[in-house]
């Protein structure tokens, strides 16, 4: 059974920065499409990045383009969520995703494990 742990959220301030962290237990990570998704409280779970299963391709949602990068590390089983210019309306708990596939996907259905997410938290 694949486990996904994140790391690295927290109580930051307009403008700031965070790197969050997702360790993926497993032989296959390699295998998989990685992605964040994050969940506000009332709003749906959106989704924020994904990236390709050797990190050659990469989506991002419109509201974090140029602000956020997705990467990965498959020999350390990691993938990394860079985030940048943090605004109050990223506050969300962030959840990180995997999904058995070569093809990127951006809708939470299509991934099949999760993490049990980290809060991030803008001030203004």
């Known amino acids: 059974q694949v486990q996904l742990v994140e790391t690295g959220g927290g109580l930051v301030q307009a403008g700031d920065s965070l790197r969050l962290s997702c360790l993926a237990s497993?032989?296959?990570?390699?295998?998989?499409?990685m992605g964040w998704f994050r969940q506000a409280p009332g709003k749906e779970r959106q989704f924020v990045a994904a990236i390709s299963q050797r990190g050659f391709n990469r989506n991002y949602a419109d509201s974090v383009k140029g602000r956020f990068t997705i990467s990965r590390d498959n020999a350390k089983n990691t993938v990394y969520l860079q985030m940048n210019s943090l605004k109050p309306e990223d506050t969300a708990l962030y959840y990180c995703a995997a999904r058995p596939s070569s093809v990127v996907a951006i809708t939470a259905s299509e991934y099949i494990y999760w993490g049990q997410g980290t809060q991030v938290t803008v001030s203004s």
């Open positions: 497993g032989r296959t990570f390699g295998s998989d499409v």
